[in-house]
């Protein structure tokens, strides 16, 4: 037996492709229920057939194993079709924030090498991608051939692609996809999903790190489809009549992890396009949850503090991922009082690392779920590292988190020195986080050595902030900040040095930020210094945390 009673003897190790992910569920369970989203449902068998006809579309309109797919649409069941269609063509997946402003899609898109993006002409509050592509790339109403773009400011993009009734200059309709797809067979693309490797490229996801832009990881099908199998049947011990509920959305690798594990095992995966409280507690109790994937503090306080939080039904519901550990205790206490028979899980974990890389499970003492942050997975180590020496630190023992196993990603796409700096020889991922374990093995998370903000749940670089606000004519330099706030535990705070053209309005270098920037990433204070707080050669940020925390009341 293995450590908190699991029987490594009794373990196997299962690693495949996304595709084939998808249709070994197929095989067994045509019938049931695979993907419910509000409004909208299907069966193994419907999705299967969709994610063909969409494989086939993508063949015919020359998407090539290796490609690299932009996928920028909205939670929900045509985005995982579309996600399982672009493995089916060995191409690789890169998810895109669907939060994300002009400026960072066109920065993803170059730096990702996409040669196409698949996005839809919905329009409400949240999303209007065709206005966003658009103005990302100001050369697109120009294109005279959707069939064969050419952009200057991203020269492999060939083809958009705009799924539903809608048409937009230098984009693909729905009637000409459907049209292409019908000129290709399905055995060319079984053809070209059995040779697809599971070490090849599945999916590249965009983590904010230290550098002002994001860097995209590299996660191949061996580490996230082994990271589904792993977590939902040996951890959480998945069975096969799993409902799966998770708001978050599915370019967040917590959600994808969920939404994978839950196929794995044939169950069904319950979702939104955004997330609303009301409707997640009426998803819960109608749609009979079993398990909730909800690891940001944000969501909870919302569930909570909504007037159906009383009276809605969890007794559906068997395990949850929580991380209560790492929020306010009040959070934690409510889902005590309303539901006791839940069994809580922490989490600890990264895109670097396919989302999970310690959480508890059925077999733990369940106060732990309150407590820490579990321990980790099979098949994953952790150490815990001094930061200067490099030696390990004994049980309690705070130092920065090293990760090892099949679950790491394959470096950053075109980044070798950020790779270089992130896994060392021996194949440590270098996390930056600061953590300890307890005698049990548990870890906790205790705060970022890296310049990092994590806001809602969502990392946030320091420096991507600054070099945006940096570009407004009157910001000389900007520093970022990460100050506590009681609903999205840390939020961002800009030190301004102005320019010769003298001080702008706060509330305008606020707009400005808003209109480059997704809104997470935004500044909630601005404030103006004429000199900085040095040491010997380095702005000292914490000065500057220390002197707006007692400006404002605030304490950590």
């Known amino acids: 037996?293995?450590?908190?009673?699991?029987?490594?003897?009794?373990?196997?190790?299962?690693?495949?492709?996304?595709?084939?992910?998808?249709?070994?569920?197929?095989?067994?369970?045509?019938?049931?229920?695979?993907?419910?989203?509000?409004?909208?449902?299907?069966?193994?068998?419907?999705?299967?057939?969709?994610?063909?006809?969409?494989?086939?579309?993508?063949?015919a309109i020359g998407v090539r194993p290796g490609d690299?797919?932009?996928?920028?649409?909205?939670?929900?069941?045509?985005?995982?079709?579309?996600?399982?269609?672009?493995?089916?063509?060995?191409?690789?997946?890169?998810?895109?924030?669907?939060?994300?402003r002009p400026p960072e899609l066109a920065y993803v898109t170059e730096n990702a090498d996409l040669t196409a993006i698949i996005t839809n002409d919905m329009v409400s509050d949240h999303i209007d991608f065709v206005s966003r592509i658009t103005e990302a790339?100001?050369?697109?109403?120009?294109?005279?051939?959707?069939?064969?773009?050419?952009?200057?400011?991203?020269?492999?993009?060939?083809?958009?692609?705009?799924?539903?009734?809608?048409?937009?200059?230098?984009?693909?309709?729905?009637?000409?996809?459907?049209?292409?797809?019908?000129?290709?067979?399905?055995?060319?693309?079984?053809?070209?999903?059995?040779?697809?490797?599971?070490?090849?490229?599945?999916?590249?996801?965009?983590?904010?790190?230290?550098?002002?832009?994001?860097?995209?990881?590299?996660?191949?099908?061996?580490?996230?489809?082994?990271?589904?199998?792993?977590?939902?049947?040996?951890?959480w011990s998945f069975q096969d009549d799993e409902r799966v509920?998770?708001?978050?959305?599915?370019?967040?690798?917590?959600?994808?992890?969920?939404?994978?594990?839950?196929?794995?095992?044939?169950?069904?995966?319950?979702?939104?396009?955004?997330?609303?409280?009301?409707?997640?507690?009426?998803?819960?109790?109608?749609?009979?949850?079993?398990?909730?994937?909800?690891?940001?503090?944000?969501?909870?306080?919302?569930?909570?503090?909504?007037?159906?939080?009383?009276?809605a039904d969890f007794s559906s519901v068997r395990l949850m991922n929580s991380c209560f550990a790492f929020m306010p205790d009040?959070?934690?206490?409510?889902?005590?009082?309303?539901?006791?028979?839940?069994?809580?899980?922490?989490?600890?974990?990264?895109?670097?690392?396919?989302g999970i890389v310690s959480t508890g499970g059925y077999d733990m003492d369940p106060e732990m779920g309150f407590k820490r942050l579990g321990f980790p997975l099979v098949g994953i180590n952790i150490r815990i590292i001094d930061l200067e020496t490099g030696e390990d630190l004994p049980v309690g023992g705070r130092g920065e988190v090293l990760i090892k196993g099949y679950n790491l990603f394959d470096g950053y796409y075109r980044d070798a020195e950020k790779t270089a700096e992130a896994l060392d020889p021996d194949g440590w991922y270098h996390s930056g986080?600061?953590?300890?374990?307890?005698?049990?093995?548990?870890?906790?998370?205790?705060?970022?050595?890296?310049?990092?903000?994590?806001?809602?749940?969502?990392?946030?670089?320091?420096?991507?902030?600054?070099?945006?606000?940096?570009?407004?004519?009157?910001v000389k330099l900007a520093q970022v900040i990460g100050i506590p706030d009681a609903r999205l535990a840390e939020v961002p705070a800009a030190f301004i040095e102005s320019s010769s053209e003298g001080p702008a309005d706060p509330a305008e270098l606020i707009a400005y930020a808003k209109a480059r920037l997704a809104g997470f990433k935004v500044p909630r204070h601005i404030r103006f210094v004429d000199e900085w707080p040095m040491s010997a050669s380095k702005i000292q940020k914490f000065k500057l945390r220390v002197q707006l925390m007692q400006e404002l009341g605030l304490e950590d």
């Open 1 to 59: 037996m293995g450590r908190q009673g699991e029987d490594y003897a009794r373990i196997r190790i299962e690693a495949t492709t996304l595709g084939d992910l998808l249709l070994k569920a197929w095989d067994r369970v045509p019938e049931k229920p695979a993907l419910v989203f509000p409004g909208e449902s299907k069966t193994y068998d419907e999705v299967v057939r969709s994610v063909m006809h969409r494989a086939r579309g993508l063949r």
């Open 68 to 100: 690299h797919i932009g996928i920028l649409l909205p939670s929900g069941i045509e985005f995982v079709e579309t996600l399982f269609a672009s493995s089916m063509c060995g191409a690789v997946s890169v998810l895109m924030n669907a939060r994300y």
């Open 137 to 235: 790339f100001p050369a697109l109403p120009a294109q005279l051939d959707p069939y064969n773009l050419s952009i200057d400011a991203a020269p492999r993009l060939k083809r958009l692609v705009l799924f539903g009734g809608g048409k937009a200059t230098g984009f693909l309709d729905q009637a000409q996809f459907d049209a292409a797809s019908a000129s290709i067979g399905d055995a060319e693309i079984h053809r070209t999903r059995l040779g697809v490797r599971i070490r090849d490229t599945a999916m590249i996801l965009y983590t904010s790190g230290t550098s002002a832009n994001p860097k995209g990881c590299l996660l191949s099908h061996e580490a996230i489809t082994r990271e589904a199998n792993n977590l939902g049947r040996n951890r």
């Open 245 to 311: 509920w998770s708001p978050m959305p599915l370019f967040h690798v917590a959600a994808m992890l969920g939404m994978l594990a839950a196929i794995d095992v044939g169950g069904t995966f319950i979702g939104q396009p955004h997330f609303d409280p009301g409707m997640s507690l009426k998803q819960i109790e109608e749609e009979h949850a079993t398990m909730l994937f909800l690891p940001f503090v944000t969501f909870h306080q919302a569930m909570m503090d909504h007037p159906d939080w009383d009276k």
């Open 330 to 354: 009040r959070v934690g206490e409510a889902y005590r009082t309303k539901a006791p028979h839940i069994l809580q899980c922490g989490t600890f974990g990264m895109t670097e690392a396919s």
């Open 433 to 474: 986080d600061i953590g300890s374990l307890d005698e049990g093995g548990h870890l906790m998370f205790h705060g970022r050595f890296k310049d990092m903000l994590k806001v809602g749940g969502e990392n946030v670089a320091a420096a991507e902030v600054e070099a945006v606000l940096a570009t407004h004519p009157s």
